[in-house]
């Protein structure tokens, strides 16, 4: 069973940092293209970052290009999003994903 949980979020102030983890079992994690999904209150699901199975970043959304870095480490099956310079914008739920599955979220709140 894929199981992917999401850690890391909380409430951070304008400006601030967060580090996002994911820990990922019930697959060969090193063979899997690993993505960053976010999701604002009234608002649809948004790709944010993509990470291919070898840690090339193959995707960022515009608006976080410069502020957000994902990576991976693949020794610990584990799937990171680095945030710095957050924004209000950026409050969201955010869900670690494969092509098939997702996780449960974990919450980010930007706000002063």
């Known amino acids: 069973e894929v199981q992917l949980v999401e850690s890391g979020g909380g409430l951070v102030p304008p400006g601030g940092s967060l580090r996002l983890s994911c820990a990922a079992s019930?697959?060969?994690?090193?063979?899997?293209?690993m993505k960053w999904v976010r999701q604002a209150p009234g608002k649809g699901l948004e790709l944010v970052s993509r990470?291919?199975?070898?840690?090339?970043?193959?995707y960022n959304v515009a608006v976080v290009k410069g502020r957000f870095t994902i990576s991976r480490d693949n020794a610990k099956n584990t799937l990171y999003l680095q945030m710095n310079r957050l924004k209000t914008e950026d409050s969201a739920m955010y869900y670690c994903?494969?092509?098939?599955?997702r996780g449960q979220g974990t919450q980010v709140t930007v706000s002063s």
């Open positions: 990470i291919n199975r070898y840690g090339g970043v193959t």
């Open positions: 994903a494969t092509d098939q599955a």
């Open positions: 019930g697959f060969t994690f090193n063979n899997a293209d």
